[in-house]
């Protein structure tokens, strides 16, 4: 049995060169529910155990977006699966260094396995939700607009059907 490991540290994380903070890579972990074709997220909780939002971290020298946002799917989530294209990015304020402001790329990230055992399964839970509970749910105003993007292009292509 193979045993996954959170990455740790920031010797290897990119910065902006336009803000000086972190590149942050996330996905919006998702499946189509039944024949009424409605997006479930994944949502997790912070460290500290509360808070909704999606997986997210930085962006290392040694790996693209993708697999950056794949990655932290793995560890914060506990789920594989397949990244589709970038939803966009934002520029927002850490909660945590208050002068730096961070560059947040989004990606949907369509969730084929669920793991039983993750690298943060200790520090962090993860529920399914709707879209209306993570719109509720979700402080980071910059997520809930990723999810918005989302949500816009599940439709789009389910009109095109």
């Known amino acids: ?3 996954l490991v959170a990455r740790q540290g920031r010797e290897l994380q990119r910065y902006s060169p336009n803000t000086g903070g972190r ?10 529910r039944g024949d009424d074709g ?9 460290q500290k155990g509360h808070g909704m939002m999606f997986p997210k971290g930085g962006w290392e020298v040694d790996e693209s977006m993708d697999e950056a946002a794949r990655r932290e799917a793995l560890e914060e989530a506990g789920v594989l699966g ?9 520029h927002y304020q850490s909660r945590r260094y208050v002068d730096q402001t961070y560059e947040g790329f989004m990606f ?3 969730v084929a396995d669920e793991l039983h055992q993750w690298p943060e399964m200790a520090s ?6 709707t879209v209306q509970q ?20 599940h439709a789009k292509l389910q009109s095109a059907l």
């Not at 397949?82 to 934002?90: K, Q, R, Y």
């Not at 962090?124 to 939700?129: E, I």
């Open 1 to 3: 049995m193979a045993v």
């Open 23 to 32: 590149i942050v890579v996330g996905c919006i972990p998702y499946r189509v």
């Open 38 to 46: 409605e997006l479930e997220v994944l949502v997790i909780t912070s």
């Open 82 to 90: 397949d990244t589709e294209p970038v939803l966009g990015f934002w």
């Open 108 to 110: 949907p990230l369509r």
């Open 124 to 129: 962090r839970k993860r529920t399914w939700a």
């Open 134 to 153: 993570v719109m509720d749910g979700c402080p980071h105003w910059w997520m809930r607009e990723a999810l918005e993007k989302l949500v816009a292009r």
